[in-house]
T-cell receptor, first 116, second 111 residues
Framework: DSGVTQTPKHLITATGQRVTLRCSPRSGDLSVYWYQQSLDQGLQFLIHYYNGEERAKGNILERFSAQQFPDLHSELNLSSLELGDSALYFC???????????????FGEGSWLTVV | QKEVEQDPGPLSVPEGAIVSLNCTYSNSAFQYFMWYRQYSRKGPELLMYTYSSGNKEDGRFTAQVDKSSKYISLFIRDSQPSDSATYLCAIPSGGGFKTIFGAGTRLFVKA
């Protein structure tokens, strides 16, 4: 158990809908990362928050947004969902205070999203 | 060109074999290199990390970095069926604010 908690574990929704994925980082970790993993794209970095502030953005669609709250939990909002958004969404957290080069990140178990 | 390239396999070996997993990267400024292991439908877990060039050993696992050729390797000795998983190389990028992952190599160790 990595200590990173993600909910829900599984989610099935229709195209055009909006969903929110939630993440609680490991105790004491200030950094939260979101990744998307699909069969054809591998593990893709979406966004990184440190202590409530956005630090880095990857290949995140404009239909997607995220935030980190004062209690350090994070939410990933996915809107106007398309079939291609079906994937496993991982949250990860790290103990480092900044984005240091030796950063080790710890992953949650993921949220399976199926868009039908 | 992708920042990190990794052959997705699959790679199938008999139990007890030595396994070699590899990645190449494009940015010569990268200094830290990590290997994650991901079992089916689970989150990736850190296996090993190395800094700069050289080898690092941990039990049956050895991570090797060759910065001159921008090549990183993970060797597994005496492979076991429980080693069957996807292995992903990972490199901190963007000043360390994001970590880039290879595509992952799917490994099957047959009993």
């Amino acid at each position: 158990d990595s200590g990173v908690t993600q909910t829900p574990k599984h989610l099935i929704t229709a195209t055009g809908q909006r969903v929110t994925l939630r993440c609680s980082p490991r105790s004491g970790d200030l950094s939260v990362y979101w990744y998307q993993q699909s069969l054809d794209q591998g593990l893709q970095f979406l966004i990184h928050y440190y202590n409530g502030e956005e630090r880095a953005k990857g290949n995140i669609l404009e239909r997607f947004s995220a935030q980190q709250f004062p209690d350090l939990h994070s939410e990933l909002n996915l809107s106007s969902l398309e079939l291609g958004d079906s994937a496993l969404y991982f949250c990860a957290s790290s103990p480092n205070k900044q984005g240091t080069a030796g950063n080790t990140i710890y992953f949650g178990e993921g949220s399976w999203l199926t868009v039908v | 060109q992708k920042e990190v390239e990794q052959d997705p396999g699959p790679l199938s070996v008999p139990e007890g074999a030595i396994v070699s997993l590899n990645c190449t990267y494009s940015n010569s400024a990268f200094q830290y290199f990590m290997w994650y292991r991901q079992y089916s439908r689970k989150g990736p877990e850190l296996l090993m990390y190395t800094y700069s060039s050289g080898n690092k050993e941990d039990g049956r696992f050895t991570a090797q970095v060759d910065k001159s050729s921008k090549y990183i390797s993970l060797f597994i000795r005496d492979s076991q069926p429980s080693d069957s998983a996807t292995y992903l190389c990972a490199i901190p990028s963007g000043g360390g604010f994001k970590t880039i992952f290879g595509a992952g190599t799917r490994l099957f160790v047959k009993a």
